[in-house]
């Protein structure tokens, strides 16, 4: 016979009997496959027996030397003695407090070693056959309290030490339709006795509970040939046995005997839950109460198709096994140690197919959710999203869905899937370039949507969205290239060089951004993320405020807000000496400083102003010079500096500040 033993930690919740759960009104109201049905498989109302303690009465027994002993309260009576002679009888008076079966059993004794065991009340009569016992075996007898009975112990086999305990046991109790039964344990050894009928065939669980941490039991299930179907020797509080193949309307009795410590405990009793029918429902909610518990359903669908079994709201560390049998007994599908989230793909179901659900306790006692969802037809699903992509709206989703909206909505993969791509659908943008906007419609965004229809999730294609920002870039971008300058005379020039001025998109960073707006599903302008910024987006980039310097006619402009500030002439680096020649392109100011010293390698010169914005190169008031512009840079020209008069030069510095774009250019 397989003997099933729980783990530790058990808690259970027993349920003998089980209540009808459908209803015609719920049955009817789920006919449609969207309304959704919850189901609560109710919990049994438990009984519970309380069995009274016994009184823990000092009473006393008489040897045969007259001599008068106390028995201790965890016995009611314990003597010792010694064989040391053939045939040696010892005799002892005892009279019990109170009517009821009792056991005496012996101890400490030799392994060969046996006695005869006879009891007599004091009118002579014997009350139970002449009985020979080896250690730890006993006579079950019947005393009637207030009577006094002999006792005799006689010398059989061996010689040696012998103990006999007199206990008590209680009463047998019928424990038919009681879930629960408070009792105790009074005295060593003993054993406390219940018959139950059951009611229902199947699986059942007999569990200890309450006791105290030192506290164990044996426990004995027999049927009722007294055949022993199920014993575990040591049982301790929250341990159990899980037992087979009961028969409804048998009896069945169940023997628990103290093996360490005295005290309350508990006994429950479970019996495995009839299988409830669930082919209306969407959820159920049902509970594990017991090692390997089997709870069952039958499942009838109503429609063809496949359908999703999961399982929610699952204790921490609970699992289950699950298995769902077709009509034929076949296994149609199966999962192991599953728990929160996980589920079951139910494939090619048949409408009115019968169908049973198994769910079997691995880990853990807790409730559980169990959900039963239609499967959204592939075809389906790939048709609601294609024909959203081609319209650009969601309610062409919806319509495609039909009779599977409320399903994806319930669904939480699937609503995602739909709030993602209704988010896609939405996004818009215009790009702010200064006065100029670039917008970016949902029209090109719909191209960037990638259906899996594998995992029925939607993603933007990312080698479309760094092509777009590539584009961009392309297009806006004026940094380190050439660029047509409006001069002070009305003609243009064409700028070359300078120190890496102009604007630069960050094309990665601003595709992950447009990647997190658009799922966002964000509409509204916006500026990109540049990795280099200019001053302005107009006047070349220059914007209104800025140095002009006309190497070729050497003359310096200063303008503020489009005004002309100041302008003069001005001497630049030598242009016979290569390097000294004051390169032409596009800059910004460092910094300003007055007074400073310039120091080359040939001079040392103070001046008042000092603005540099190429290298060594800068604007500066050149005192030491009588004369300005013309062609005096040809073969008398500066360092490569930009030669200022006094007054010129503080009117810029003045009004100059950090960042602030410089164009030089030649008229070649």
């Known amino acids: 016979m397989k003997r099933k033993i729980k783990k530790t930690g058990i808690f259970l919740a027993v349920l003998l009997t089980t209540f009808g759960i459908q209803t015609d009104a719920a049955k009817n109201t789920a006919q449609d496959l969207q309304e959704e049905v919850y189901i609560k498989i109710p919990e049994i109302r438990k009984r519970k027996l309380e069995i009274p303690k016994i009184e823990k009465e000092d009473w006393e027994h008489a040897v045969q030397d007259g001599e008068t002993v106390s028995m201790k309260k965890e016995r009611i009576g314990t003597r010792s003695g010694n064989m040391e002679t053939k045939g040696q009888r010892d005799i002892y008076l005892v009279t019990p407090p109170v009517d009821g079966t009792y056991?005496?059993?012996?101890?400490?004794?030799?392994?060969?070693?046996?006695?005869?065991?006879?009891?007599?009340?004091?009118?002579?009569?014997?009350?139970?056959?002449?009985?020979?016992?080896?250690?730890?075996?006993?006579?079950?007898?019947?005393?009637?309290?207030?009577?006094?009975?002999?006792?005799?112990?006689?010398?059989?086999?061996?010689?040696?030490?012998?103990?006999?305990?007199?206990?008590?046991?209680?009463?047998?109790?019928?424990?038919?339709?009681?879930?629960?039964?408070?009792?105790?344990?009074?005295?060593?050894?003993?054993?406390?006795?219940?018959?139950?009928?059951?009611?229902?065939?199947?699986?059942?669980?007999?569990?200890?509970?309450?006791?105290?941490?030192?506290?164990?039991?044996?426990?004995?299930?027999?049927?009722?040939?007294?055949?022993?179907?199920?014993?575990?020797?040591?049982?301790?509080?929250?341990?159990?046995?899980?037992?087979?193949?009961?028969?409804?309307?048998?009896?069945?009795?169940?023997?628990?005997?103290?093996?360490?410590?005295?005290?309350?405990?508990?006994?429950?009793?479970?019996?495995?839950?009839?299988?409830?029918?669930?082919?209306?429902?969407?959820?159920?909610?049902?509970?594990?109460?017991?090692?390997?518990?089997?709870?069952?359903?039958?499942?009838?669908?109503?429609?063809?198709?496949?359908?999703?079994?999961?399982?929610?709201?699952?204790?921490?560390?609970?699992?289950?096994?699950?298995?769902?049998?077709?009509?034929?007994?076949?296994?149609?599908?199966?999962?192991?140690?599953?728990?929160?989230?996980?589920?079951?793909?139910?494939?090619?179901?048949?409408?009115?197919?019968?169908?049973?659900?198994?769910?079997?306790?691995?880990?853990?006692?807790?409730?559980?959710?169990?959900?039963?969802?239609?499967?959204?037809?592939?075809?389906?699903?790939n048709r609601c999203v294609q024909k959203a992509i081609e319209s650009g709206n969601m309610e062409t989703f919806w319509k495609e869905a039909g009779i599977y909206e409320k399903q994806i909505r319930k669904k939480e993969e699937l609503n995602s899937l739909a709030s993602q791509l209704a988010s896609y659908l939405k996004a818009e943008v215009i790009y702010e370039f200064g006065p100029y906007y670039e917008e970016l419609k949902n029209d090109m965004i719909r191209t960037w949507i990638i259906f899996d229809e594998e995992t029925s999730s939607v993603t933007l294609d990312d080698a479309k969205i760094y092509e777009y920002t590539a584009q961009l870039a392309a297009k806006y971008d004026t940094y380190d290239k050439p660029r047509e300058f409006l001069t002070s005379d009305g003609t243009y020039v064409t700028v070359y060089g300078g120190s890496g001025y102009g604007w630069m998109i960050d094309q990665y960073g601003e595709a992950e951004a447009i990647k997190a707006w658009i799922a966002n599903g964000e509409t509204g302008t916006r500026r990109p993320i540049f990795a280099q910024e200019a001053a302005s987006f107009e006047n070349s980039d220059i914007g209104y405020d800025y140095v002009e310097i006309d190497l070729t006619n050497q003359y310096v402009y200063l303008y503020m807000g489009g005004q002309l500030i100041v302008s003069s002439p001005c001497v630049s680096g030598d242009l016979t000496l290569t390097d000294r020649t004051t390169p032409e392109g596009t800059y910004t100011l460092y910094y300003k400083q007055s007074p400073a010293t310039l120091i080359g390698p040939d001079y040392v010169q103070p001046v008042t102003y000092w603005m540099p914005f190429n290298g060594g190169i800068g604007l500066h008031d050149a005192t030491w010079r009588g004369e300005f512009g013309g062609q005096i840079y040809v073969s008398n020209g500066s360092h490569g500096c930009i030669n200022l008069p006094y007054d010129t030069a503080q009117i810029i510095y003045e009004n100059i500040y950090s960042g602030m774009p410089i164009v030089c250019y030649y008229r070649w």
């Open 103 to 381: 056991r005496l059993e012996t101890e400490q004794m030799k392994k060969n070693a046996s006695v005869v065991i006879s009891v007599q009340s004091l009118s002579g009569q014997k009350t139970e056959r002449e009985k020979e016992c080896k250690n730890a075996e006993s006579v079950t007898l019947q005393l009637k309290a207030g009577e006094t009975y002999f006792i005799t112990v006689e010398q059989k086999k061996e010689f040696g030490t012998y103990q006999i305990d007199i206990c008590y046991e209680k009463t047998e109790k019928d424990i038919s339709g009681y879930t629960e039964i408070q009792d105790s344990m009074e005295y060593k050894n003993q054993c406390n006795r219940y018959t139950l009928e059951t009611d229902t065939d199947g699986r059942y669980r007999i569990e200890i509970d309450g006791a105290k941490e030192n506290a164990s039991f044996s426990v004995t299930v027999k049927d009722q040939n007294e055949t022993v179907l199920y014993e575990q020797d040591e049982m301790k509080n929250g341990q159990g046995i899980t037992a087979d193949g009961w028969i409804a309307g048998e009896r069945y009795t169940i023997e628990v005997m103290q093996k360490t410590g005295i005290g309350d405990y508990k006994l429950k009793i479970g019996a495995q839950k009839e299988k409830q029918d669930i082919s209306h429902a969407r959820t159920i909610e049902d509970q594990m109460e017991f090692e390997d518990q089997i709870n069952r359903y039958y499942f009838s669908p109503e429609e063809s198709g496949s359908y999703v079994i999961r399982l929610n709201e699952t204790g921490t560390d609970q699992h289950v096994n699950m298995t769902v049998f077709d009509s034929s007994g076949n296994a149609a599908a199966t999962g192991s140690m599953l728990t929160q989230d996980d589920s079951l793909l139910l494939k090619n179901v048949k409408a009115k197919g019968q169908y049973e659900i198994q769910i079997q306790q691995e880990t853990g006692y807790d409730t559980y959710q169990l959900s039963i969802e239609k499967e959204v037809p592939k075809e389906v699903l």
